[in-house]
């Protein structure tokens, strides 16, 4: 079953059965909660933001495999990063999930296994679940230390 | 156990009267598609009804004096005849519309808005898709009414002594589902209108999932507004009914404004056409019509006991079938005389989005997801369930073939 094999890649069932990042930040620096409209998923994602890099991330919340191997990586892949850079590769991981970027090993990590998942699109909305999640939890960042001083 | 005394439906036999079946598919895959209750395949004499209508008698309905133009009418009125015949109810008051969720939102517009007051209540289920939930909390939302849901058990049945007690002299509205399309739990909806009317309040019936499967008697329910939607009964998408008590009809206003749904029009004002068309604004889906007029014959052939047997024997093998895959779990009533045969499941860890995809891979169709009821899903406790469900052309093999890929696909993602 050839389709399925490109849809669901070892790498992604290894971070499904072994995530990475899991979990709740406590003292975050910020967190968010998204929802996918589609099946009712959630997910919650928490940084810890220090001198404007990522020091810590980590994604909570249930879902199925390819919404969960997806927050796997990104925890690894924008780990350290500053805010800028993990923006770019949140960019780029959404435009490779539309079909609109040849994907970027470099900038991806494992999440380049998940360029098959474009090709179903309402899978896409569960890859994107967790990494919009960060999108959102940077400008949310951005904007209480903006009116924190 | 009902028995008819009439031979079971040949499900093979009616395979090959719908075209999906027939054509196989590019990639050489099986189709067993198991998605009915989402929307239903469809008969040749439905395609070709539409077709002949528009090849043979295209006009626009009610205004033309040429014949073709009358010829239109008929047969878009053959429909509305048809429908009203099958659930036994007055043809004058059964309105057309979009779909089931049109016929709900027109009520809760054309009765609702205007008949609300601040305090009134509307008591639904927690069963309810959202089509019988949200049109309420937005009219609730403009008159100060508010909407009040009944419980459902963890078997999913509704907790009839709780709806009981939920009804009371403020209550102006019940609206419950006849069959659930997640559960398919049966709703003894005859007690449930007799309940509501002893309390002075009216009543919403959503047969969606039971007119397609099973002999529904309007009448005899005796709700004042009861609706369903083409699109699952082997007609077409684009239609769908309202059944509604004719005093009802006559003492509401207007839904939508336009054509067709006018006696008169003045500068002053207007005056409305007779019902149902009063409730009809603008050119309606006539091939639609024609179609789901179609499709009710071809049901009507097969007989409504018979569709009914088939679906009970179904949901019977379905269960049993599924009983046996490790790791499942079947959600809502067991016993098959008193469900349809849409059958929502989990299955150990594995998310319905994976189950779904991995069945689509043999050839097996069905639906992940919060099916539109989430507060049902709250009720069971989880986000999203797999569902499985069947029509007159399930066969033996589909059930087995979705056995087989469950089965496979637990080992496939190491639950
Ligand atoms: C129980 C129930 N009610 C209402 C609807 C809405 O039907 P439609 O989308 O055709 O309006 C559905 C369809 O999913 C349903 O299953």
Same mark, same amino acid.
């Not at chain 1, 999108?135 to 903006?146: L, W």
């Not at chain 2, 008819?4 to 099986?30: C, K, Q, Y």
């Given at each position: 079953?050839?389709?399925?094999?490109?849809?669901?890649?070892?790498?992604?069932?290894?971070?499904?059965?072994?995530?990475?990042?899991?979990?709740?930040?406590?003292?975050?620096?910020?967190?968010?909660?998204?929802?996918?409209?589609?099946?009712?998923?959630?997910?919650?994602?928490?940084?810890?933001?220090?001198?404007?890099?990522?020091?810590?991330?980590?994604?909570?919340?249930?879902?199925?495999?390819?919404?969960?191997?997806?927050?796997?990586?990104?925890?690894?892949?924008?780990?350290?990063?500053?805010?800028?850079?993990?923006?770019?590769?949140?960019?780029?991981?959404?435009?490779?999930?539309?079909?609109?970027?040849?994907?970027?090993?470099?900038?991806?990590?494992?999440?380049?296994?998940?360029?098959?998942?474009?090709?179903?699109?309402?899978?896409?909305?569960?890859?994107?679940?967790?990494?919009?999640?960060?999108?959102?939890?940077?400008?949310?960042?951005?904007?209480?230390?903006?009116?924190?001083? | 156990?009902?028995?008819?005394?009439?031979?079971?439906?040949?499900?093979?036999?009616?395979?090959?009267?719908?075209?999906?079946?027939?054509?196989?598919?590019?990639?050489?895959?099986?189709?067993?598609?198991?998605?009915?209750?989402?929307?239903?395949?469809?008969?040749?004499?439905?395609?070709? +009804?539409?077709?002949?209508?528009?090849?043979?008698?295209?006009? =626009?309905?009610? %205004?033309?004096?040429? *014949? #073709? !133009?009358?010829? /239109?009418?008929?047969?878009?009125?053959?429909?509305?005849?048809?429908?009203?015949?099958?659930?036994?109810?007055?043809?004058?008051?059964?309105?057309?519309?979009?779909?089931?969720?049109?016929?709900?939102?027109?009520?809760?517009?054309?009765?609702?808005?205007?008949?609300?007051?601040?305090?009134?209540?509307?008591?639904?289920?927690?069963?309810?898709?959202?089509?019988?939930?949200?049109?309420?909390?937005?009219?609730?939302?403009?008159?100060?009414?508010?909407?009040?849901?009944?419980?459902?058990?963890?078997?999913?049945?509704?907790?009839?002594?709780?709806?009981?007690?939920?009804?009371?002299?403020?209550?102006?509205?019940?609206? +419950?589902?006849?069959?659930?399309?997640?559960?398919?739990?049966? =709703?003894?909806? %005859?007690?449930?209108? *007799? #309940? !509501?009317?002893? /309390?002075?309040?009216?009543?919403?019936?959503?047969?969606?999932?039971?007119?397609?499967?099973?002999?529904?008697?309007?009448?005899?329910?005796?709700?004042?507004?009861?609706?369903?939607?083409?699109?699952?009964?082997?007609?077409?998408?684009?239609?769908?009914?309202?059944?509604?008590?004719?005093?009802?009809?006559?003492?509401?206003?207007?839904?939508?404004?336009?054509?067709?749904?006018?006696?008169?029009?003045?500068?002053?004002?207007?005056?409305?056409?007779?019902?149902?068309?009063?409730?009809?604004?603008?050119?309606?889906?006539?091939?639609?019509?024609?179609?789901?007029?179609?499709?009710?014959?071809?049901?009507?052939?097969?007989?409504?006991?018979?569709?009914?047997?088939?679906?009970?024997?179904?949901?019977?093998?379905?269960?049993?079938?599924?009983?046996?895959?490790?790791?499942?779990?079947?959600?809502?009533?067991?016993?098959?005389?008193?469900?349809?045969?849409?059958?929502?499941?989990?299955?150990?860890?594995?998310?319905?989005?994976?189950?779904?995809?991995?069945?689509?891979?043999?050839?097996?169709?069905?639906?992940?997801?919060?099916?539109?009821?989430?507060?049902?899903?709250?009720?069971?406790?989880?986000?999203?369930?797999?569902?499985?469900?069947?029509?007159?052309?399930?066969?033996?093999?589909?059930?087995?073939?979705?056995?087989?890929?469950?089965?496979?696909?637990?080992?496939?993602?190491?639950?």
């Amino acid at each position: 079953m050839g389709g399925l094999d490109d849809l669901y890649q070892q790498l992604i069932l290894d971070h499904y059965r072994n995530r990475r990042g899991r979990g709740r930040i406590e003292n975050a620096s910020a967190s968010v909660h998204e929802h996918n409209p589609v099946c009712g998923d959630e997910c919650f994602l928490d940084i810890l933001v220090e001198d404007n890099r990522i020091v810590e991330i980590r994604a909570d919340g249930d879902g199925c495999s390819i919404s969960q191997a997806a927050a796997s990586m990104l925890t690894e892949v924008v780990a350290d990063k500053d805010l800028n850079e993990a923006l770019e590769i949140v960019e780029h991981f959404r435009r490779m999930m539309h079909g609109d970027a040849e994907p970027d090993e470099d900038l991806l990590g494992d999440a380049i296994a998940l360029e098959g998942v474009a090709k179903y699109p309402v899978r896409v909305k569960c890859a994107l679940l967790s990494w919009l999640a960060l999108r959102d939890a940077i400008a949310s960042y951005r904007e209480t230390t903006a009116h924190g001083g | 156990m009902t028995t008819t005394g009439s031979p079971a439906l040949d499900a093979r036999a009616i395979r090959a009267e719908f075209p999906m079946f027939v054509a196989p598919r590019p990639d050489g895959r099986p189709l067993h598609y198991l998605d009915s209750a989402a929307t239903s395949q469809k008969p040749q004499v439905v395609l070709d +009804a539409m077709n002949a209508y528009y090849r043979e008698t295209n006009a =626009n309905v009610h %205004r033309g004096v040429y *014949e #073709m !133009a009358a010829e /239109a009418t008929d047969r878009f009125e053959f429909g509305r005849t048809a429908a009203a015949r099958l659930i036994n109810h007055p043809r004058e008051a059964l309105v057309l519309t979009k779909n089931a969720t049109e016929a709900i939102n027109l009520v809760a517009w054309a009765w609702g808005a205007r008949e609300l007051r601040e305090g009134d209540e509307i008591v639904v289920t927690e069963m309810e898709h959202h089509s019988n939930i949200v049109p309420w909390q937005i009219v609730a939302s403009m008159t100060g009414a508010k909407v009040l849901f009944a419980p459902v058990t963890p078997q999913g049945e509704v907790e009839l002594d709780a709806l009981r007690a939920l009804i009371g002299p403020c209550t102006r509205m019940v609206a +419950a589902v006849h069959v659930s399309n997640v559960l398919g739990t049966i =709703n003894p909806v %005859r007690e449930i209108v *007799e #309940m !509501a009317h002893q /309390a002075g309040a009216l009543t919403m019936i959503d047969a969606t999932q039971s007119v397609p499967h099973m002999p529904v008697d309007a009448t005899s329910i005796g709700s004042d507004f009861l609706v369903f939607t083409g699109h699952k009964m082997l007609g077409p998408t684009g239609i769908g009914a309202l059944a509604a008590s004719p005093e009802r009809l006559n003492a509401m206003e207007p839904f939508l404004g336009g054509g067709e749904m006018i006696s008169d029009v003045t500068t002053e004002g207007s005056t409305w056409a007779e019902i149902p068309w009063k409730f009809e604004a603008g050119t309606p889906p006539i091939a639609e019509a024609v179609g789901l007029g179609a499709a009710v014959e071809y049901l009507e052939a097969l007989g409504m006991d018979r569709v009914r047997e088939h679906e009970r024997a179904t949901a019977e093998l379905m269960i049993n079938a599924l009983g046996e895959v490790p790791g499942l779990t079947i959600l809502g009533p067991t016993d098959p005389d008193r469900r349809g045969a849409a059958v929502s499941f989990t299955l150990d860890a594995v998310h319905p989005h994976d189950i779904a995809q991995f069945l689509d891979s043999k050839g097996v169709c069905v639906r992940a997801g919060h099916h539109c009821a989430k507060p049902l899903m709250r009720v069971l406790g989880t986000q999203s369930t797999t569902r499985a469900s069947a029509h007159v052309y399930t066969t033996d093999e589909d059930i087995l073939a979705l056995q087989g890929a469950l089965i496979e696909c637990r080992s496939w993602f190491g639950a």
